[in-house]
């Protein structure tokens, strides 16, 4: 029983410890989506407004 536990527990870390691991690039259109999202953000602080983030 503490055996099954233990190996479960185990595999779990090494496929989350893997999936962590794992560096994603972003495709055009989110680094296009990252680029507007850093300029509104600009836009809105140097009017003074809040920034709504969701």
């Known amino acids: ?8 527990l185990f595999s779990g870390l090494c496929l989350i410890a893997s999936a962590h691991a794992e560096e994603k690039t972003l495709t055009p259109q989110q680094q296009r989506m990252t680029t507007c ?4 953000t600009a836009k809105s602080a140097e ?6 983030h969701i």
């Open 47 to 52: 009017r003074g407004m809040p920034v709504r």
């Open 1 to 8: 029983m503490k055996t099954t536990i233990l190996v479960t």
């Open 37 to 40: 999202n850093q300029q509104a």
